[in-house]
């Protein structure tokens, strides 16, 4: 699925767990949370990960109220159960993706 041609009805279509990741190539905490969430999702192999560039004129982040990066949307069918903002723990990626898959 091509992220930059994403749009709401398309996110709302999802089946099943999927995690949104919103961030920019350019930030240091995006950078720092990869691992950890390529790590995490090892665990989650039904879990959707969608990475989406987030910044100016990119409607979609802003449909979704991102203010700070990375943020992690996590949905079921298509809704949002939890979202995880900047620095993000182990533990509590690991709790949010239990949530949903």
Same mark, same amino acid.
């Given at each position: 699925?091509?992220? %930059? /041609?994403?749009?709401?009805?398309?996110?709302? !279509? $999802?089946?099943?767990?999927?995690?949104?990741?919103?961030?920019? =190539? *350019?930030?240091?905490?995006? %950078? /720092?949370?990869?691992?950890?969430?390529?790590? !995490? $999702?090892?665990?989650?192999?039904?879990?959707?990960?969608?990475? =989406? *560039?987030?910044?100016?004129?990119?409607?979609?982040?802003?449909?979704?109220?991102?203010?700070?990066?990375?943020?992690?949307?996590?949905?079921?069918?298509?809704? *949002?159960?939890?979202?995880?903002?900047?620095?993000?723990?182990?533990?509590?990626?690991?709790?949010?993706?239990?949530?949903?898959?």
């Amino acid at each position: 699925m091509d992220q %930059q /041609a994403l749009n709401i009805e398309d996110v709302i !279509a $999802l089946k099943g767990a999927t995690m949104l990741e919103f961030g920019a =190539i *350019e930030c240091s905490y995006c %950078q /720092a949370a990869h691992s950890k969430i390529n790590a !995490a $999702l090892v665990n989650y192999p039904n879990v959707r990960h969608i990475k =989406i *560039e987030d910044g100016k004129g990119r409607r979609l982040g802003r449909l979704f109220h991102v203010k700070r990066w990375p943020t992690l949307v996590l949905l079921k069918d298509g809704l *949002e159960v939890t979202r995880l903002v900047r620095e993000i723990g182990d533990k509590e990626l690991q709790f949010a993706l239990a949530l949903i898959d």
